[in-house]
């Protein structure tokens, strides 16, 4: 008995161990990142699975393990904070950088980050469930994305000087 309860110890041990290093090299990772910057919602926002309220946030860009994340974090205690992870990219158009939002709503649903200083373009998905809506004066009211225009809205993303 004495043997599987000090397994289950070391077992357990391990995992927690593991889960330690991680965050630890994500948080690492990230630390150097390719972009950074500052932004400021005024509406709240969703990002992934991330609930943002309004507010100033910061972010960086940079991988982990091969995969692209973006890190975002609000500038007030208590803030939230988030990795996301990129699902495509390219490069970018834009002259500034900036998140590109679809409004639902009152909510900003955040789909890409232009990077005009390192001339990157990244995507992100729709969160699960969301569907977006614009109004629509034919319809008199709203309809789904894929059958009226949809309201885009670009948040300005101030780079941090390295």
Known sequence: MKTIRS?????????????????????????????????????NAQW????????????????LYGSR????????????????RVEGSGQSSAS?????????????????????GVNKSVNFVTPHGTKLVANNGKHNGYTQLAEAPMLIQRIPVTLNAK
Do not use: W
């Open 7 to 43: 397994l289950m110890t070391l077992a357990g041990l391990s995992v927690v161990l593991f889960a330690l290093g991680a965050t630890g090299a994500k948080a690492q990772a990230l630390a150097n990142p390719d972009f950074a910057g500052t932004f400021t919602l005024s509406n």
């Open 69 to 84: 994340f973006v890190e975002v974090r609000g500038t007030e205690k208590g803030s939230p904070h988030g990795v996301i």
């Open 48 to 63: 992934g699975n991330v609930a943002l309220p309004a507010g100033n946030y910061t972010l960086r860009y940079g991988s």
């Open 96 to 116: 500034k950088s900036v998140l590109v939002c679809a409004r639902e709503g009152d909510t900003l649903i955040v789909r890409a980050l232009d990077m005009a």
